[in-house]
């Protein structure tokens, strides 16, 4: 879902900017979408993950946010065969989100659905209806707020199950030779927990960093390494057969997604306690190197 190393100020909307929205039911105002030209090519501020994932034939549009300092990009592309979709979040050119998703329409390619993207470590939300045609130079959405739609983009604070300093929810995962794997299993043990999808350019990008840092620490017994895929055991494996990803590898299904979120990359360590003692989102670079800053910390 990348943002290679995020830092985002806290946005606040005045009181008296949301009482002058104008919102009305959203299933009266289907008809009733705002417009944007879509252009060849890829945004200058995001384009190192276009070749990380290899997007081809690639689109762009601007969604008008209303918010001067929030920025929202949507375009399409090809890969390898298959035809999607690409959204971004930035903040002053600084991205905060990116994801990939494939047409709601299978046989004609069209897109029509809503999307919501998490940010600032999944503390806030915004949702919008998209509905696009393929082959068509105009992109047609609106903003919501539930069931509620609005010109302006509405920022709304999410509430999340994962809190700094909290117990770490128990949930299984399965692991690629079909082992079932709980949290739990882990207690006693700092548990290095990364949140992933096939499809992330981001969490591609931190691949080689977080192979360093497994193979560091891998005959620590105090410390174990689990990535966690929100995709298919086939979709894994071909992966890695591919790339190296020296974590060991799970899949979660929808119980995660709902713990965890559905955005990409996460990272979480949870200490021996069973609480959650570091949370990050957002693509990075140099993530391992925070997250060993903080292991070196914990462990001495």
Not at 54 to 70: A, G, H, P, R, Y
Not at 103 to 122: G, H, K, M, V
Not at 167 to 184: A, W, Y
């Amino acid at each position: 879902m990348i943002q290679y190393k995020i830092l985002m100020k806290k946005i606040l909307i005045p009181s008296a900017l949301l009482l002058l929205i104008s919102v009305t039911s959203f299933s009266q105002q289907k008809s009733d979408l705002d417009e944007a030209q879509l252009n060849q090519g890829f945004p200058v501020e995001i384009d190192f993950i276009k070749d990380q994932i290899n997007l081809k034939n690639v689109t762009q549009s601007i969604l008008d946010t209303q918010i001067d300092s929030l920025q929202v990009k949507f375009g399409g592309f090809t890969q390898g065969v298959n035809d999607g979709y690409w959204i971004a979040l930035l903040n002053n050119e600084k991205l905060l989100k990116f994801s990939t998703l494939s047409p709601s329409d299978i046989q004609t390619r069209n897109l029509i659905d809503t999307l919501t993207l998490e940010y600032d470590n999944s503390s806030k939300k915004i949702s919008v209806f998209i509905k696009y045609e393929k082959g068509s130079d105009k992109v047609r959405y609106r903003w919501l707020d539930g069931n509620i739609s609005s010109k302006v983009m509405i920022v709304r604070k999410n509430e999340k199950a994962v809190e700094l300093g909290e117990k770490m929810p128990n949930f299984q995962v399965t692991s690629l030779n079909g082992n079932t794997i709980s949290i739990d299993d882990f207690k006693g043990k700092y548990l290095v927990i990364n949140w992933w999808v096939t499809s992330c350019g981001p969490c591609i990008g931190e691949m080689p960093g977080l192979n360093e840092l497994f193979e560091k620490y891998q005959s620590d017994d105090r410390i174990e390494f689990l990535a966690i895929a929100w995709d298919s055991v086939d979709k894994v494996n071909k992966f890695l057969t591919r790339r190296a990803f020296n974590y060991y590898q799970s899949i979660g299904a929808t119980e995660v997604a709902t713990i965890l979120g559905e955005s990409f990359p996460k990272h979480i360590i949870v200490n021996p306690d069973g609480l959650v003692s570091f949370y990050k989102e957002g693509g990075n670079t140099k993530i391992h190197t925070v997250i060993e800053e903080h292991l070196s910390k914990e462990l001495n």
